[in-house]
């Protein structure tokens, strides 16, 4: 009797740690959280011109470190995890930007957007290069600024939807301005992803993107100061 009850308490035990119960996604959020925060500490360090990309190199591991906590979750079907996931995922993109590792960037913004605005990725896809690899912007701006709109709208519903899903859990404050936060960093995945086309010449997709990004800030305004009125 004995036995099976220490068996019992352990299976309990396992039952809390395992990869989809609350407390282990609590835990893999706070710790996405606290490297986002070391991250961004380490971004902002001076080091040797030896080693001058020492300090985001770590601020990388910890971002990285955090994704394959949150990763299980994710794959079990949970929203919350997946959006952190994308959080962290853009933050990569940033920081391989910033040491020159142009490629790798374009691999974790594109799945960061993958997770939060997916249509956004089809579209740019789906714009043919030329033979030098190369895109050119529409023959009147018309076009891209049509394309743009609808981009807008559809990121617009997508907001909306996320915001409800994260404000039925806790209709707080501090909930509230992470949904700000959310969709500033959609706007800075888009940008940067906008930037890296146009430094490679497919004007087409930056152009889009970065008009895009410039929409997506005017309707968070628009939205902000409608809310506060």
Known sequence: ?????????VDATHADESPS???SLAAAIKEARDAIERSEELNKRLDPEEEPFRSKYLGREALKHAITK???HAEAGSDH???WVARLEWRMGAVCQDVEETGRSVVHLSKALQ??????LDYVQSLPLDQQGKSTAGECDDEEDMTVAELAAYCAKQARKQAKRGLSIESSESSKL???ELELEVVEAVSLLGIYHHNFEHHRQGLVLLKLAEALI???ETNLRAASA
């Open 1 to 9: 009797m004995a036995t099976l009850e220490l068996r019992d308490e």
């Open 21 to 23: 119960s609350p407390a």
């Open 70 to 72: 949150l990763e299980p």
């Open 81 to 83: 995890a997946s959006s």
């Open 115 to 120: 997770i939060w605005r997916p249509r956004i």
């Open 178 to 180: 992470e949904v700000v």
């Open 218 to 220: 005017t309707g968070l």
